[in-house]
């Protein structure tokens, strides 16, 4: 409990204690979810509530003695993120999203930072891997336009309007 309580006052979180439900419950209500157990249990228990990427929290396993942080759900989600955070009061980060791993953007990153939402999620796949390997260029396009797309090709819409 100890270990718990360091990491929801470090990130500002809400504290659950364990029960039968508290995934399904905590699934329901948070975008992100610290689980201080083994990474078994939490597979176990939140396996039946998988989804979607675009729909559950980040999930992320740390050890009862704070060694390692691991988002087992989510990482481009927020679940990265929130790893780093916790390495802040001693844990290990351990991610393993491809494009983080190679210090490289994702579409989600990029995404994020231009406040953008990504339209056609589904693409996100093949432009995720396609910036393995190189740079793709982020093209700006200011209207009135029609823009036709390839499936390999992922369409961000900016949240707010230019002024």
Request: proline share 3%; charged share 25%.
């Amino acid at each position: 409990m100890d270990v718990a309580r360091r990491i929801a006052e470090h990130v500002g979180a809400d504290l659950l204690i364990y029960s039968k439900n508290i995934f399904r419950e905590a699934f329901e209500k948070y975008d992100w979810i610290i689980a201080v157990f083994a990474t078994g249990i939490v597979v176990r228990d939140i396996a039946p509530l998988i989804k979607d990427k675009w729909t559950d929290p980040a999930v992320v396993v740390v050890d009862s003695n704070l060694n390692f942080a691991i988002p087992v759900l989510g990482g481009h989600h927020g679940g990265n993120e929130l790893v780093r955070k916790i390495a802040e009061i001693g844990a290990t980060p351990v991610i393993t999203t491809a494009t983080e791993v190679h210090n490289r953007n994702s579409v989600e990153g990029i995404a994020k930072k231009m406040g953008c939402d990504i339209v056609n999620k589904e693409s996100t796949k093949d432009v995720n891997c396609a910036l393995l390997d190189q740079d793709v260029e982020v093209l700006r396009i200011k209207g009135p336009k029609i823009v036709i797309v390839d499936n390999d090709v992922s369409v961000l819409k900016s949240e707010q309007e230019d002024t």
